[in-house]
């Protein structure tokens, strides 16, 4: 049992919500996975509230993890601004990408993501016209310079017409789900080409 | 009740007219009494003439100046200061009577009058000299604690002076002996009274009375307790100043404390004010115009030979020299005990009436002497004495660094390690030559020097450098600084540090570009933090915060625009600002939780 745990993947779950009190799905989300002993919560908005990221700390993080989940609502087609900012900032040129930036290979991406809209808005004949894995495209391929795995993302679609049990539902489908890690690689990126050397 | 009415009426307009002519002129407010009390009184316009009534009735003045000295020095303070009351004190009353009695025994004075007038002459005025070290924020400086201790030493050492001047006597009083000993033991009784009242009567009483929420019966109380006091006191033949200092004291830490200071302070001040009137209706100018050379000759020779002790007095006890020409300035004159005791000599026959006349103009010009004297230490000798001190100013060697730092205490320290954490080149410049040398040896480069003065800033480089911070103490000092900056080096851009808000006025008045109050951001901070420890999210409460500082600076633009309008306008206009920061803040919420239906979940 015990080497078992200790083959688990350790797990960073990267919270970004700027208003976590007024949220209700992924409130409790947060909630369903804290006590889960392989993974590190960090909250983005309440460590950060000005912006200003420290980078050190942030790849130590990054480093001492295998995989790398990024729970946030979906907000204009996109993440919250203070996870793009953790990206730019952290991400550095060097050592996530480019010359010699290696220091992610081999870990995975995953995101745990909350949309207002329903799945079908979210189809090539659905009112947005562009599925979510086209959406999430510049997560994936970032994944893919860091020569990291993008894994599956994990999605509530819908979330204002969701009833208290769904969101409770959901919120145990989150917790099983970063339990039964490592995951089979069945995902979106993985048969996307990596990206060649000499353009990383 | 008309001529009380009458007598009020020309004090206040004396005051109101002479005082605010005296500040503007720079002489302080000190000697703006002093005249305006010259002019009414019985040698000039003759509107006055009962001047010993007045100037007993406001030695008031003194013994309320007192009993607030007292309740900012609790019990512990007092007895730390044991050593510089005793010594200082001590030494500066023996050297000043030894002296001063010498000097009259010379004079061909028996040398009895001698030492009794050495005795008077040897006090100095606690009114005057307390005035401009408190107007000053002086009192915690060295210097100042110095003449303090001196002066509660004297007030103590009145006492025994007074015990002393019946045994001069040629012909021995009455009962000398047996009242003597009942005048000590009188002394005991009011002082054990007072300390026993003010450790376990007052407290309970103030309880008593400020439960009843009436805040006039409070001041009465407070007005009661140190009026009583002082009466006491001077049944028992004590200095009532003396009582009221103490009775202070013990109240320095009870729970009233700062509701006492803020009830007698406006009392206080105006019978101080009155006081110095009656100073300076009660010098004789008949005395002045009959015997000038000996009048002045002896206030002259005063002033020469306290000033000489307290001088050496205060070279033995290794004052700073800035410092020391203030100490020997403020206490070189005489004081109001010194009527108090030649009263009493003469009422015992040692003085004439003559020698007593003569002996309280001397004094009395003394005080008067007092506030110029403080004129002429600030404008001549004081900025002299820092040189000789401590060094000369230095000369900024201009570097072309493109920011200079005025000011290096606890601000511009912080200022000037954010620019050289990232290598831009400053040149800074401060008066503390304490501040200079510790700095030094952390290899900053700091220059020595007032920042007001043309050539020194010319020195640094103002003409070539792009920013000029402000970061001195006072607001005297920076806005002199922008004056001077802005007229002499348009291109240099002011960064400003405003110590409060009509400082921050005053930098806007100036179109001061960049101003930040010192303590704001920090409070926003402390009040972001307690949004936290309420257990609300750290984004949240930054967001909070910087609506609030947004809001706060708009406020701060409207409030100038009516600076110079009443009070009430201004307190309306922040009342109206309040609710709309209410409203604001409430829509904000309003929208945060409408977020929560369209995406935010």
């Not at chain 2, 013990?250 to 700062?258: D, F, G, K, M, P």
């Not at chain 2, 406006?266 to 015997?291: Q, Y």
């Amino acid at each position: 049992m015990g080497v078992q745990v200790t083959d688990k993947p350790k797990i960073l779950v990267l919270f970004a919500h700027p208003y976590p009190h007024l949220s209700r799905v992924n409130r409790a989300m947060v909630d369903a996975v804290a006590d889960l002993p392989h993974i590190t919560f960090h909250d983005l908005y309440e460590t950060y509230p000005d912006f200003h990221i420290d980078v050190k700390r942030e790849q130590a993080l990054l480093l001492s993890h295998d995989v790398v989940v990024m729970q946030h609502p979906f907000y204009w087609y996109s993440c919250p601004s203070l996870l793009k900012e953790w990206m730019d900032a952290v991400l550095e040129y060097g050592w996530a990408y480019g010359t010699g930036g290696d220091a992610l290979q081999g870990k995975e991406l995953v995101q745990a993501i909350s949309t207002g809209g329903p799945d079908e808005a979210y189809r090539n004949d659905g009112y947005n016209g562009i599925t979510m894995a086209e959406l999430l495209r510049p997560f994936e391929r970032s994944a893919a310079l860091c020569g990291m795995t993008y894994g599956t993302p994990l999605l509530l679609q819908g979330v204002r017409m969701k009833k208290q049990l769904e969101v409770e539902a959901h919120a145990q489908i989150y917790r099983s789900w970063l339990e039964a890690y490592p995951h089979p690689r069945n995902c979106v990126g993985c048969d996307a080409p990596d990206v060649p050397e000499q353009d990383r | 009740m008309d001529g009380l009415l009458l007598n009020a009426v020309i004090y206040l307009a004396a005051a109101v007219i002479a005082v605010p002519i005296a500040k503007r002129l720079g002489l302080g407010s000190v000697l703006g009494y002093l005249i305006a009390g010259a002019i009414v009184g019985p040698w000039v316009l003759k509107l006055i003439t009962d001047v010993e009534a007045i100037l007993h009735f406001s030695e008031f003045g003194v013994v309320l100046l007192l009993f607030v000295i007292g309740l900012e020095l609790n019990p512990r303070r007092l007895w730390q200061m044991r050593w510089p009351i005793l010594g200082l004190g001590g030494g500066q009353v023996v050297g000043c009577t030894l002296a001063l009695t010498a000097l009259g025994y010379l004079l061909g004075w028996p040398w009895q009058v001698a030492l009794a007038a050495g005795l008077g002459l040897s006090l100095s005025s606690t009114a005057i000299a307390l005035q401009p070290l408190t107007e000053r924020n002086l009192l915690g400086t060295p210097g100042g604690r110095s003449a303090f201790s001196i002066l509660l030493f004297q007030d103590i050492a009145v006492i025994p002076m007074l015990a002393l001047l019946p045994l001069l006597a040629f012909a021995p009083v009455n009962d000398a002996q047996s009242e003597g000993w009942i005048g000590a033991a009188k002394a005991v009784a009011a002082i054990a009274i007072i300390i026993f009242g003010g450790r376990y009567l007052t407290r309970p009483l103030f309880r008593i009375i400020a439960e009843t929420g009436l805040r006039e019966i409070f001041t009465a109380t407070a007005l009661l307790i140190v009026m009583g006091i002082a009466l006491m006191m001077q049944l028992a033949g004590l200095s009532m100043a003396l009582g009221a200092f103490l009775a202070g004291v013990l109240l320095a830490e009870s729970e009233y404390r700062h509701e006492l200071e803020s009830d007698i302070e406006p009392f206080k001040g105006l019978l101080l004010g009155l006081f110095f009137t009656a100073v300076g209706m009660s010098v004789d100018f008949g005395l002045l115009v009959s015997k000038p050379g000996t009048v002045i000759g002896l206030v002259v020779a005063l002033l020469a030979l306290k000033g000489t002790v307290l001088f050496i007095i205060a070279r033995v006890a290794r004052m700073p020299m800035s410092q020391t020409a203030l100490f020997t300035f403020l206490l070189a004159q005489g004081g109001e005990f010194a009527f108090v005791l030649f009263g009493a000599a003469a009422g015992v026959g040692i003085m004439s009436q003559e020698t007593e006349a003569l002996l309280t103009v001397v004094v009395a010009l003394s005080m008067a002497t007092a506030p110029l004297l403080v004129v002429i230490n600030d404008k001549l000798v004081e900025p002299r004495f820092v040189q000789i001190d401590d060094r000369p100013h230095d000369t900024p060697e201009d570097e072309g660094n493109p920011v200079i730092v005025a000011g290096f205490g606890r601000f511009g320290q912080i200022v000037v390690r954010l620019l050289y954490a990232n290598r831009i080149g400053v040149t800074v410049l401060d008066h503390d030559p304490e501040i200079i040398d510790t700095l030094r040896q952390f290899d900053f480069k700091v220059f020595y020097g007032d920042a007001t003065r043309l050539d020194l800033l010319e020195a640094a480089g103002a003409a070539k450098a792009k920013v000029l911070v402000v970061a001195v103490d006072t607001q005297e000092a920076s806005l002199a600084l922008v004056d001077l900056a802005k007229q002499h080096f348009p291109n240099l851009k002011i960064v400003a540090r405003a110590r409060d808000l009509p400082h921050a006025m005053e930098l806007m008045n100036r179109e001061v570009p960049v101003i930040e109050r010192e303590t704001f951001r920090s409070a926003l901070a402390v009040g972001e933090q307690t949004l936290r420890a309420l257990g609300q999210t750290a984004y949240a409460a930054r967001q909070k915060t910087l609506t609030f500082k947004q809001h706060n600076e708009e406020l701060l633009l409207q409030l100038h625009a009516h600076w110079d309008d009443e009070i009430g306008t201004r307190i309306t206009l922040q009342r109206q600002a309040r609710a709309r920061l209410q409203q604001n803040l409430e829509a904000d919420e309003k929208a945060q939780e409408n977020a929560r239906g369209l995406g935010w979940d």
